[in-house]
């Protein structure tokens, strides 16, 4: 009698993967294996699955071999034709290249169509990840519907795939996650991705994200060419002390009524300016969620290294365009999930 209640809760697990859980269940470089031997041994033409099976010893094509297959279609490796699979031309073009970038191309491509992987990638991608294992293990689980009990196994296939496609750099302790995103000149137009993070947030009319930032050049000029469209892409009002906050009283007033009226903040950390960490400071105080921008890690104070920092390289000919798009995110997701964004000791104060 007592086996049933565990079996029962066995499948609830299985189904809980089946349905919410769709990475693939080997790494990008793993799931080439089945693509390779239909290469090697049938010159790359369609095969039964039982066939391919053969080529690698696999006594039957089900069961593991299965799940290989399943995962070499998910990264784009194969495709099935007529109840036969053969290797895709992206599989092709790692496993044959032609050129000397073929090969990381093709993997990090790979990694754009496969699910999960692809989100969290997207969700990371010019950002550090969180030192604190148990921030990225809720926010695979909150966010991306990870299984708990999945995420030592994915975290692991994330970790190896990244470094398979060059996608990981590490500065000190820091594993920072490269923005390698589609190299497009900035559009107006919003993004599938902002799209689907914007419909999980209500943005009324008039809320406002208010702007922390030096005035001088260059990063004065960013606000136009910049944080303003990228703010406006959420459908928040952009507020910056210098240009919106006119009126009578002290100016201080005035960026703390600011502050304390918006939804979220966004504050550029480079060159470590006062007024901007005069002002984070405010923003601390009064429990705020701000989206982080830095051109370099060590303009970032140690105590906020646990917020979410958006890094952005000058040299990148398509810095801007990817800037705009990353902080757009990163406002949506700050309003989602504003543990991710919010100062650690004062969401420790809020629950005391």
């Not at 419909?199 to 260059?218: I, L, R, S």
């Not at 543990?339 to 004062?346: L, P």
Request: with cysteine; glycine share 6%.
């Amino acid at each position: 009698m007592a086996k049933k209640p565990q079996s029962k809760t066995v499948r609830k697990i299985g189904t809980d993967n089946a349905t919410r859980a769709k990475y693939p269940r080997h790494s990008v470089d793993r799931a080439l294996q089945i693509p390779k031997a239909i290469l090697e041994q049938h010159a790359g033409k369609p095969c039964t699955p039982e066939q391919a099976a053969q080529f690698l010893g696999f006594s039957s094509p089900k069961g593991p071999f299965a799940v290989e297959i399943a995962s070499a279609t998910k990264y784009g490796f194969l495709e099935r034709e007529q109840g036969k699979i053969c290797p895709t031309e992206l599989a092709r073009r790692i496993l044959r290249p032609t050129s000397t970038d073929d090969e990381v191309k093709g993997y990090r491509e790979a990694i754009l169509k496969a699910p999960d992987i692809s989100e969290v990638y997207k969700h990371y991608r010019g950002e550090n990840i969180p030192d604190d294992e148990t921030f990225f293990r809720n926010t695979l689980v909150d966010t991306f519907h990870i299984p708990e009990a999945d995420f030592p196994d994915f975290k692991k296939i994330f970790f190896e795939s990244l470094e398979k496609a060059k996608l990981i750099e590490r500065h000190g302790d820091k594993t920072r996650v490269l923005d390698v995103s589609t190299e497009v000149p900035y559009s107006e137009e919003k993004s599938a991705r902002i799209k689907k993070l914007g419909a999980e947030v209500a943005v009324k009319v008039g809320d406002t994200c208010f702007v922390n930032q030096p005035f001088a050049a260059p990063y004065g000029d960013y606000y136009e060419k910049i944080v303003k469209p990228a703010i406006e892409k959420t459908g928040l009002q952009p507020v910056r002390a210098d240009a919106e906050l006119f009126g009578t009283g002290k100016i201080i007033d005035q960026v703390w009524r600011g502050i304390n009226a918006a939804k979220v903040l966004v504050a550029e950390l480079t060159t470590r300016n006062p007024n901007v960490f005069y002002e984070l400071g405010l923003a601390h105080a009064l429990n705020k969620p701000v989206v982080l921008i830095s051109s370099n890690e060590p303009d970032v104070p140690f105590d906020l290294q646990h917020i979410r920092v958006i890094y952005y390289d000058v040299s990148d000919p398509f810095w801007g365009a990817k800037l705009i798009e990353k902080v757009a995110e990163n406002i949506l997701s700050a309003l989602t999930n504003p543990e991710e964004a919010i100062f650690k000791t004062a969401a420790v104060q809020e629950t005391n």
